[in-house]
């Protein structure tokens, strides 16, 4: 039978189309002076550090949360057992939500997707024996950040730990909760207020601490493509500059502390051709149009995690193949540090198994597999900067479209990026139900019966015993103290001054979580999409 002479057309997952070969035409005209620079140099598109990971692999920060604070910070301790170099922690969604554990709308939720923080006193038990002077912990809380942040480093004071010592990170980064994920309580113009506050704060007390990870994560697991992903986190980065410049800091006194946080898929070359051309499109905005001097404010560190959205419950085993081609586009593309997913992740929480075989991942590639010996080792090659040059003008195309509407808060009023973003999704979903993507064990080479995973337990008796908790926490505390701070937090939220101060002391009298938030609902109200 004769073969067909015109194969199919290729594309990445954004859309752009790979061609058959590639050579120097692709490159014409391309300054690669210009374009790439020397590992180190600016535009960084080799990388922000002259050896990478030949000088010190990136942190592996393995994500860990669930149950209660003593379950938790157990996990903890056996990553770092294993190997793990960084924490990193998942809150349950009534901490996200700032509802304590024995809020009626927490029924059924407590410390289901991660860990259950009520007040100091979780704090304490989850922070318990861990070196908070020696190890980086990254929290992924948004809508609650300024609160599970003046926790930490009111137990580190505790133990001894000088603050100016704290590494770390908080995610911090609301505007990608309206777009994508739906952990908000405030309505944006506010949430803007605690995002700043907490930068001033830290610059002053916390300056080793990374105040925000701008999430491009959650975007892309919504359904976005490779090229929205980068487009509307950097909008949003934008737009996080934008309010703190407003605010009247520096540029040079907090951009340092700005990171973001990526995902990873499965098409190896358009990820590592996202991280390469992310570099490069921040550190010109910067430079360009923010006027930073410091060549820290210019540096894009990034946190990557392999995408959650590509697992699947049907031969799940299947999962560590896929972990494993994401972890090796992140190191390829100069990631600072990686979580990478356990292979059950689409059954339920990782197991410990699941986990140790994730971590083991990162180590082979990162120990084993030559990715670490040279820097940018795709650099230079025809395909991938072509590739890098084509997802940038994508990208910046978007950056155009979003500064014409006003900046990113007004695109998501409009909800102009949910909507982009809904449109890739259901695209994609028609794809792999028709066949034309590919999804091993799910559309192709499916198997009859797939065979049983250990699941995850949960505890049914978790969030009894968590209610408990706060309620012990509420008698035995000095409760005319509480609710003074409590008083002097509102005060300052009607009024201008930065909110962390006050809200420290109320949380170091014990004040929950859910009390804290349900001030500012008070004075802020609540955000209602369409509304």
Request: aromatic share 8%; charged share 20%; with cysteine.
């Amino acid at each position: 039978m004769a073969q067909n002479s015109t194969p199919p057309e290729r594309s990445t997952d954004s859309g752009i189309e790979v061609k058959r070969v590639y050579g120097p035409a692709d490159l014409d005209g391309w300054d690669p002076g210009t374009q790439v620079g020397e590992p180190g140099s600016y535009p960084y598109t080799r990388g922000i550090r002259p050896d990478m990971y030949r000088g010190r692999l990136w942190t592996m920060r393995q994500y860990a949360g669930f149950g209660t604070a003593e379950s938790t910070n157990e996990r903890f301790k056996f990553l770092l057992d294993a190997g793990q170099t960084g924490l990193s922690c998942a809150f349950d969604l009534p901490t996200q939500m700032g509802y304590d554990s024995d809020h009626p709308r927490a029924e059924g939720e407590v410390g289901k997707v991660g860990v259950a923080i009520d007040s100091l006193a979780d704090m304490r038990l989850l922070l318990a024996g861990l070196p908070l002077d020696r190890v980086t912990t990254s929290m992924t809380i948004n809508a609650t950040a300024a609160v599970l942040l003046l926790l930490y480093q009111l137990v580190a004071e505790e133990n001894g730990v000088d603050p100016t010592r704290l590494g770390g990170t908080i995610q911090n980064d609301i505007l990608k909760e309206y777009v994508a994920r739906g952990t908000y309580i405030y309505p944006p113009r506010p949430s803007m207020r605690l995002v700043t506050d907490t930068f001033s704060y830290c610059a002053e007390h916390l300056p080793a601490w990374n105040t925000i990870s701008i999430s491009g994560y959650h975007i892309r697991e919504a359904g976005s493509t490779a090229v929205q992903e980068i487009a509307f986190t950097i909008a949003n980065g934008i737009a996080y500059v934008e309010a703190a410049l407003a605010a009247g800091l520096d540029v040079d006194a907090f951009a340092p502390r700005l990171s973001f946080f990526w995902n990873a898929h499965n098409n190896l070359f358009e990820e590592v051709a996202k991280y390469r051309a992310a570099r490069r499109m921040w550190a010109r905005l910067m430079t360009e149009r923010f006027g930073a001097k410091d060549e820290k404010s210019r540096l894009l560190r990034f946190h990557t995690q392999t995408g959650g959205s590509t697992l699947t419950a049907q031969q799940p085993e299947n999962n560590i193949v896929r972990v494993t081609v994401q972890a090796m586009a992140a190191a390829l593309g100069g990631t600072q540090s990686l979580h990478t997913n356990g292979f059950d992740e689409a059954l339920g929480l990782p197991t410990e198994r699941a986990a140790k075989i994730a971590l083991r991942t990162q180590q082979i590639v990162g120990y084993e597999s030559g990715i670490a010996d040279t820097v940018d080792p795709l650099g230079g090659s025809w395909f991938v900067e072509s590739l890098t040059d084509e997802v940038e003008s994508a990208a910046w195309a978007y950056l155009e479209r979003i500064d014409a509407m006003g900046g990113a808060v007004s695109a998501i009023e409009a909800q102009y990026m949910q909507d982009e973003i809904e449109q890739a999704a259901y695209a994609f979903a028609k794809a792999v139900d028709s066949g034309d993507k590919v999804v091993v064990g799910v559309n192709r080479f499916v198997d009859a019966v797939d065979e049983p995973a250990d699941v995850f337990p949960i505890d049914v008796e978790l969030q009894r015993a968590q209610v408990a908790r706060v309620a012990r926490v509420r008698s035995e505390r000095d409760q005319a103290g509480v609710e003074a701070a409590l008083a002097d937090l509102g005060a300052a939220a009607r009024g201008t001054q930065n909110l962390l101060p006050p809200m420290k002391v109320a949380l170091s009298r014990m004040a929950t979580l859910g009390e804290v938030s349900d001030v500012l609902r008070g004075i802020f109200g609540e955000y209602r999409p369409g509304g």
